[in-house]
Nanobody, 120 residues
């Protein structure tokens, strides 16, 4: 089984910063990519940022230049640094990882979600 834990959400004023951390564990052979998605109230879940095993990154247009995704040395931890936060960034943020288990089965797993609220 694959288990993801995402932490770091909270309440911050507009223009402030937060960092989210996601750690994946379990019977993992390889991780192809990890990322953060978010879902605001009444909206669909959207990709925020993603990083592949090769280090390639992608961001949704609305966060480019403000958010930075990176990996830890073990590549089983991913960080999302969020700067210059805006009220429209308010959402539940979910960590995601895709890869293969030690049984070479594909996995696409999610963390439990962490709330980010940007408000004055």
């Amino acid at each position: 089984q694959v288990h993801l834990v995402g932490t770091g959400g909270g309440l911050v004023q507009p223009g402030g910063s937060l960092s989210l951390v996601c750690t994946v564990s379990g019977s993992i052979f390889s991780i192809d990519a990890m990322g953060w998605y978010r879902q605001a109230l009444g909206k669909e879940r959207e990709l925020v940022a993603r990083i592949t095993t090769s280090g390639s990154t992608e961001y949704v247009a609305s966060v480019k230049g403000r958010f930075t995704i990176s990996r830890g040395d073990s590549k089983s931890t991913v960080y999302l640094r969020m700067d210059n936060l805006k009220p429209e960034d308010t959402a539940s943020y979910y960590c995601n990882a895709v890869g293969r288990t030690t049984e070479f089965k594909w996995f696409d797993s999610w963390g439990q979600g962490t709330q980010v609220t940007v408000s004055s």
